[in-house]
Protein backbone atom coordinates (compact mmCIF):
# COMPACT_ATOMS: atom_id res chain seq x y z
CA UNK A 1 0.00 0.00 0.00
CA UNK A 2 2.72 2.22 0.89
CA UNK A 3 4.58 1.46 -2.44
CA UNK A 4 1.21 2.45 -4.21
CA UNK A 5 0.47 5.86 -2.54
CA UNK A 6 4.45 6.61 -3.11
CA UNK A 7 4.19 5.97 -6.97
CA UNK A 8 0.60 7.76 -7.32
CA UNK A 9 2.34 10.93 -5.32
CA UNK A 10 5.05 11.07 -7.96
CA UNK A 11 2.81 10.24 -10.34
CA UNK A 12 1.30 13.95 -9.48
CA UNK A 13 4.20 16.09 -8.91
CA UNK A 14 6.04 15.20 -12.10
CA UNK A 15 2.33 15.95 -13.98
CA UNK A 16 2.78 19.18 -12.33
CA UNK A 17 5.96 19.89 -13.45
CA UNK A 18 5.10 18.93 -17.26
CA UNK A 19 2.02 21.12 -17.37
CA UNK A 20 3.81 24.36 -15.32
CA UNK A 21 7.24 24.39 -16.80
CA UNK A 22 8.67 27.76 -15.33
CA UNK A 23 6.58 27.31 -12.07
CA UNK A 24 8.81 28.05 -9.37
CA UNK A 25 7.80 24.88 -7.32
CA UNK A 26 9.42 22.50 -9.89
CA UNK A 27 12.47 22.34 -8.25
CA UNK A 28 10.70 21.36 -4.72
CA UNK A 29 8.33 19.11 -6.83
CA UNK A 30 11.25 17.12 -8.92
CA UNK A 31 12.89 16.54 -5.18
CA UNK A 32 10.02 15.29 -3.43
CA UNK A 33 9.77 13.18 -5.92
CA UNK A 34 13.50 11.87 -6.53
CA UNK A 35 13.20 11.11 -2.31
CA UNK A 36 9.66 9.19 -2.70
CA UNK A 37 11.33 6.85 -5.78
CA UNK A 38 14.35 6.39 -3.27
CA UNK A 39 11.81 5.12 -1.06
CA UNK A 40 9.71 2.80 -3.31
CA UNK A 41 13.19 1.33 -4.39
CA UNK A 42 14.37 0.49 -0.49
CA UNK A 43 10.96 -1.02 0.15
CA UNK A 44 10.99 -3.11 -3.07
CA UNK A 45 14.33 -4.23 -2.10
CA UNK A 46 13.10 -5.57 1.09
CA UNK A 47 14.88 -2.51 3.23
CA UNK A 48 11.70 -1.07 4.98
CA UNK A 49 12.17 -2.86 8.30
CA UNK A 50 15.62 -1.18 8.32
CA UNK A 51 14.66 2.22 7.72
CA UNK A 52 11.80 2.34 10.56
CA UNK A 53 14.47 0.76 12.97
CA UNK A 54 16.59 3.58 12.11
CA UNK A 55 14.01 5.78 13.32
CA UNK A 56 12.78 4.99 16.73
CA UNK A 57 9.23 6.16 16.68
CA UNK A 58 8.77 3.74 13.43
CA UNK A 59 8.05 7.04 11.29
CA UNK A 60 10.23 8.41 8.07
CA UNK A 61 13.75 10.15 8.89
CA UNK A 62 13.29 13.94 9.32
CA UNK A 63 15.99 14.35 6.89
CA UNK A 64 14.07 12.71 3.96
CA UNK A 65 11.06 14.82 4.47
CA UNK A 66 12.57 18.66 5.13
CA UNK A 67 13.67 20.11 1.48
CA UNK A 68 17.10 21.42 1.69
CA UNK A 69 18.12 22.56 -1.86
CA UNK A 70 17.03 26.46 -2.32
CA UNK A 71 15.48 27.07 -5.67
CA UNK A 72 17.35 28.56 -7.92
CA UNK A 73 15.36 32.13 -7.96
CA UNK A 74 17.22 35.41 -7.58
CA UNK A 75 16.32 39.13 -6.63
CA UNK A 76 15.30 39.89 -10.32
CA UNK A 77 13.53 37.27 -10.98
CA UNK A 78 10.83 39.17 -8.68
CA UNK A 79 8.62 41.80 -9.66
CA UNK A 80 8.39 44.93 -7.89
CA UNK A 81 7.52 44.27 -4.28
CA UNK A 82 10.38 47.13 -3.31
CA UNK A 83 8.92 47.76 -0.33
CA UNK A 84 9.30 43.90 0.69
CA UNK A 85 12.66 44.00 -0.82
CA UNK A 86 13.65 46.69 1.04
CA UNK A 87 12.49 45.27 4.46
CA UNK A 88 14.48 42.00 3.60
CA UNK A 89 17.77 43.80 3.12
CA UNK A 90 17.70 46.08 6.24
CA UNK A 91 16.47 42.55 8.52
CA UNK A 92 18.98 39.91 6.54
CA UNK A 93 21.30 41.19 4.03
CA UNK A 94 22.77 44.17 5.59
CA UNK A 95 23.72 42.02 8.79
CA UNK A 96 25.23 39.31 7.03
CA UNK A 97 27.09 41.68 4.60
CA UNK A 98 28.40 44.30 7.76
CA UNK A 99 27.57 42.58 10.77
CA UNK A 100 29.66 44.73 13.23
CA UNK A 101 27.13 47.75 12.45
CA UNK A 102 24.87 45.49 14.25
CA UNK A 103 26.31 44.29 17.77
CA UNK A 104 24.56 47.48 19.64
CA UNK A 105 21.26 46.21 19.11
CA UNK A 106 21.02 43.21 16.98
CA UNK A 107 18.83 42.58 13.88
CA UNK A 108 15.59 40.99 12.80
CA UNK A 109 15.82 37.39 12.33
CA UNK A 110 11.65 36.40 12.41
CA UNK A 111 10.33 37.33 9.52
CA UNK A 112 6.61 36.65 8.04
CA UNK A 113 5.36 37.45 4.46
CA UNK A 114 1.47 37.01 4.42
CA UNK A 115 -1.01 38.11 2.29
CA UNK A 116 -2.81 36.23 -0.68
CA UNK A 117 -1.97 33.49 -2.71
CA UNK A 118 -0.03 33.24 -5.60
CA UNK A 119 1.76 37.14 -5.18
CA UNK A 120 5.40 35.90 -4.49
CA UNK A 121 5.93 35.18 -0.85
CA UNK A 122 7.76 31.63 -1.34
CA UNK A 123 9.70 32.76 -3.89
CA UNK A 124 10.67 35.91 -1.78
CA UNK A 125 12.23 33.79 0.84
CA UNK A 126 13.64 31.69 -1.73
CA UNK A 127 16.17 34.77 -3.13
CA UNK A 128 16.97 35.85 0.35
CA UNK A 129 18.26 32.55 0.54
CA UNK A 130 19.96 32.59 -2.99
CA UNK A 131 21.14 36.51 -1.98
CA UNK A 132 23.55 35.62 1.06
CA UNK A 133 24.51 31.77 -0.06
CA UNK A 134 22.06 30.23 2.65
CA UNK A 135 21.23 26.52 3.46
CA UNK A 136 17.24 26.73 2.98
CA UNK A 137 15.20 24.57 4.84
CA UNK A 138 11.86 24.51 3.70
CA UNK A 139 9.47 22.89 6.14
CA UNK A 140 5.65 22.16 6.10
CA UNK A 141 3.03 20.57 8.55
CA UNK A 142 3.80 17.32 6.69
CA UNK A 143 7.42 17.19 7.72
CA UNK A 144 7.35 18.16 11.17
CA UNK A 145 4.06 16.84 12.27
CA UNK A 146 4.19 13.36 13.18
CA UNK A 147 1.90 10.77 15.00
CA UNK A 148 4.50 8.70 17.33
CA UNK A 149 4.35 10.67 20.61
CA UNK A 150 7.12 12.94 21.21
CA UNK A 151 8.74 13.17 17.58
CA UNK A 152 6.76 16.33 16.17
CA UNK A 153 8.68 17.54 19.41
CA UNK A 154 12.11 16.14 18.18
CA UNK A 155 11.73 17.39 14.71
CA UNK A 156 11.55 21.10 15.30
CA UNK A 157 14.40 20.58 17.75
CA UNK A 158 16.49 19.04 14.45
CA UNK A 159 15.39 21.45 12.65
CA UNK A 160 17.09 24.32 14.38
CA UNK A 161 20.10 22.14 15.34
CA UNK A 162 20.97 21.76 11.79
CA UNK A 163 20.37 25.38 11.07
CA UNK A 164 22.85 26.60 14.03
CA UNK A 165 25.69 24.00 13.10
CA UNK A 166 24.78 25.83 9.76
CA UNK A 167 25.44 29.08 11.16
CA UNK A 168 28.22 27.85 12.98
CA UNK A 169 30.23 26.74 10.16
CA UNK A 170 30.09 30.10 8.54
CA UNK A 171 26.98 29.44 5.92
CA UNK A 172 23.99 31.32 7.13
CA UNK A 173 20.85 29.31 7.03
CA UNK A 174 17.07 29.55 6.14
CA UNK A 175 14.38 27.93 8.05
CA UNK A 176 10.87 28.72 5.67
CA UNK A 177 7.91 27.95 7.47
CA UNK A 178 5.51 27.34 4.42
CA UNK A 179 1.57 27.59 5.71
CA UNK A 180 2.95 28.67 8.75
CA UNK A 181 -0.68 29.13 10.08
CA UNK A 182 -1.39 25.16 9.68
CA UNK A 183 2.29 24.88 12.62
CA UNK A 184 1.24 27.15 14.72
CA UNK A 185 -2.19 28.34 14.51
CA UNK A 186 -4.76 29.45 17.37
CA UNK A 187 -4.85 27.61 20.87
CA UNK A 188 -8.09 26.78 20.01
CA UNK A 189 -7.58 24.74 17.60
CA UNK A 190 -5.05 22.31 18.55
CA UNK A 191 -5.57 18.81 19.38
CA UNK A 192 -3.22 16.55 20.63
CA UNK A 193 0.77 16.74 20.43
CA UNK A 194 0.02 20.29 18.24
CA UNK A 195 0.73 21.88 22.04
CA UNK A 196 4.03 20.39 22.79
CA UNK A 197 5.17 20.99 19.39
CA UNK A 198 4.40 25.12 19.69
CA UNK A 199 6.05 25.47 22.39
CA UNK A 200 9.03 23.66 20.89
CA UNK A 201 8.41 26.36 18.50
CA UNK A 202 8.15 29.01 20.72
CA UNK A 203 11.26 27.86 22.69
CA UNK A 204 13.28 27.39 19.85
CA UNK A 205 12.83 30.97 18.11
CA UNK A 206 13.06 32.90 21.16
CA UNK A 207 16.65 31.16 21.27
CA UNK A 208 17.03 32.12 17.29
CA UNK A 209 15.51 36.31 17.95
CA UNK A 210 18.35 36.04 20.94
CA UNK A 211 20.26 39.65 20.54
CA UNK A 212 22.88 38.62 22.69
CA UNK A 213 23.69 35.76 19.65
CA UNK A 214 25.79 36.49 16.38
CA UNK A 215 23.24 33.47 14.77
CA UNK A 216 22.62 33.90 11.35
CA UNK A 217 19.66 31.40 11.84
CA UNK A 218 16.50 33.47 10.28
CA UNK A 219 13.05 31.97 10.40
CA UNK A 220 10.95 33.16 7.61
CA UNK A 221 7.04 32.27 7.47
CA UNK A 222 4.37 32.84 4.84
CA UNK A 223 0.98 32.44 4.95
CA UNK A 224 -2.38 33.04 3.68
CA UNK A 225 -4.43 33.46 6.87
CA UNK A 226 -2.41 35.63 9.06
CA UNK A 227 -5.29 35.91 11.15
CA UNK A 228 -4.72 32.25 12.28
CA UNK A 229 -1.41 32.89 14.49
CA UNK A 230 -1.24 33.05 17.84
CA UNK A 231 -0.61 35.90 19.71
CA UNK A 232 3.21 34.50 20.87
CA UNK A 233 3.77 33.33 17.21
CA UNK A 234 2.96 36.94 16.09
CA UNK A 235 5.53 38.72 18.56
CA UNK A 236 8.43 37.02 17.42
CA UNK A 237 8.10 37.71 13.69
CA UNK A 238 9.97 40.94 14.15
CA UNK A 239 9.33 41.52 10.60
CA UNK A 240 5.81 41.81 9.55
CA UNK A 241 5.68 42.07 5.73
CA UNK A 242 2.51 42.20 3.33
CA UNK A 243 2.93 40.72 0.08
CA UNK A 244 0.10 42.80 -2.06
CA UNK A 245 -1.66 42.16 -5.41
CA UNK A 246 0.94 43.12 -7.73
CA UNK A 247 0.28 47.25 -8.63
CA UNK A 248 0.63 48.39 -12.27
CA UNK A 249 4.06 48.53 -12.34
CA UNK A 250 4.52 45.06 -10.76
CA UNK A 251 1.88 43.77 -13.17
CA UNK A 252 3.97 45.16 -15.90
CA UNK A 253 7.09 43.63 -14.81
CA UNK A 254 5.52 40.77 -14.84
CA UNK A 255 4.50 40.82 -18.26
CA UNK A 256 7.72 41.52 -19.40
CA UNK A 257 9.55 38.88 -17.92
CA UNK A 258 7.31 36.42 -18.43
CA UNK A 259 6.79 37.46 -22.21
CA UNK A 260 10.18 38.11 -22.96
CA UNK A 261 10.63 34.43 -24.80
CA UNK A 262 7.64 33.93 -26.35
CA UNK A 263 6.98 34.62 -29.96
CA UNK A 264 4.33 37.72 -29.73
CA UNK A 265 3.06 39.75 -33.09
CA UNK A 266 3.81 43.65 -32.99
CA UNK A 267 -0.01 44.16 -31.66
CA UNK A 268 0.44 43.22 -28.08
CA UNK A 269 0.07 45.94 -25.98
CA UNK A 270 1.68 44.94 -22.83
CA UNK A 271 0.12 48.17 -21.16
CA UNK A 272 -3.64 46.92 -21.92
CA UNK A 273 -2.64 43.81 -20.53
CA UNK A 274 -1.88 45.27 -17.42
CA UNK A 275 -5.11 47.71 -17.00
CA UNK A 276 -7.33 45.00 -18.08
CA UNK A 277 -5.21 42.30 -14.99
CA UNK A 278 -6.51 44.80 -12.50
CA UNK A 279 -7.08 42.42 -9.45
CA UNK A 280 -4.84 39.58 -10.58
CA UNK A 281 -2.50 38.27 -8.72
CA UNK A 282 1.07 36.97 -10.04
CA UNK A 283 -0.06 33.33 -9.98
CA UNK A 284 -2.97 34.63 -12.05
CA UNK A 285 -0.99 36.17 -14.61
CA UNK A 286 1.36 33.46 -15.19
CA UNK A 287 -1.60 31.25 -15.37
CA UNK A 288 -3.03 33.54 -18.02
CA UNK A 289 0.24 33.63 -19.87
CA UNK A 290 0.52 29.96 -19.71
CA UNK A 291 -3.48 29.21 -21.27
CA UNK A 292 -2.95 31.96 -24.02
CA UNK A 293 0.29 29.86 -25.12
CA UNK A 294 -1.69 26.51 -24.62
CA UNK A 295 -4.40 28.18 -27.21
CA UNK A 296 -2.08 28.53 -29.62
CA UNK A 297 -0.27 25.61 -29.34
CA UNK A 298 -3.38 23.36 -29.44
CA UNK A 299 -4.42 25.25 -32.37
CA UNK A 300 -1.36 24.58 -34.14
CA UNK A 301 -1.67 20.41 -33.09
CA UNK A 302 -5.09 20.57 -34.73
CA UNK A 303 -3.89 22.13 -37.91
CA UNK A 304 -0.93 20.25 -38.86
CA UNK A 305 0.71 17.23 -39.28
CA UNK A 306 2.27 16.19 -35.84
CA UNK A 307 5.35 14.40 -37.53
CA UNK A 308 6.10 17.17 -39.08
CA UNK A 309 9.13 18.72 -36.65
CA UNK A 310 9.54 21.76 -38.77
CA UNK A 311 6.80 23.72 -38.31
CA UNK A 312 6.26 26.03 -35.43
CA UNK A 313 2.59 27.65 -33.99
CA UNK A 314 1.76 30.66 -35.05
CA UNK A 315 2.91 34.37 -33.03
CA UNK A 316 0.42 35.01 -30.13
CA UNK A 317 -1.43 38.09 -30.84
CA UNK A 318 -3.84 40.66 -28.91
CA UNK A 319 -7.14 38.80 -29.08
CA UNK A 320 -5.45 36.19 -28.10
CA UNK A 321 -5.22 37.43 -24.31
CA UNK A 322 -8.46 38.68 -24.73
CA UNK A 323 -10.27 35.57 -25.74
CA UNK A 324 -8.55 33.89 -22.53
CA UNK A 325 -9.48 36.72 -20.27
CA UNK A 326 -13.05 36.60 -20.48
CA UNK A 327 -12.69 32.83 -19.38
CA UNK A 328 -10.42 33.43 -16.32
CA UNK A 329 -11.27 35.67 -13.38
CA UNK A 330 -9.18 36.87 -10.47
CA UNK A 331 -8.91 33.99 -8.05
CA UNK A 332 -8.42 36.72 -4.76
CA UNK A 333 -11.93 38.38 -3.95
CA UNK A 334 -11.99 41.90 -2.99
CA UNK A 335 -13.90 41.03 0.44
CA UNK A 336 -10.49 38.88 1.36
CA UNK A 337 -8.54 41.73 0.11
CA UNK A 338 -10.11 43.90 3.24
CA UNK A 339 -9.02 41.08 5.72
CA UNK A 340 -5.55 41.40 4.96
CA UNK A 341 -5.36 45.09 5.16
CA UNK A 342 -7.21 45.50 8.49
CA UNK A 343 -4.55 42.70 9.59
CA UNK A 344 -1.74 44.50 8.74
CA UNK A 345 -2.74 48.13 9.99
CA UNK A 346 -3.11 46.59 13.36
CA UNK A 347 -0.06 44.45 13.42
CA UNK A 348 2.23 45.35 10.82
CA UNK A 349 6.14 45.56 11.41
CA UNK A 350 8.27 46.69 8.57
Not at 33 to 61: C, D, F, M, N, W
Not at 183 to 211: A, C, P, Y
Not at 282 to 301: N, P, Y
Amino acid sequence: MAITKYQRAVEILLKLCSLYPNASHNVVYTQRASSYQKRISELQHGRGAEAVEATPSGGAKFEQTVLKEKPNVKWDDIADLEVCKKAIEESIIYPVKRPDLFEAVGWPRGILFFGPPGCGKTMLAAAVATEIEAAFYCVDAASIMSKWLGESEKNVASLFDEARRSSDNGQPAVIFLDEVDSLVGLRSQEVGGETRTRNQFLKEMDGVIDKSKRSYVYVIGATNKPWALDDPFIRRFQKRIYVPLPDERGRFELFRITTKNLNLTPDVDLKQLVTLTQGYTGSDITDLLQAVHLKVVREFFETHNLNDKQSCPRAICMQDYLDVMEKRKPSVSPEILHYYEKWYESFKAL
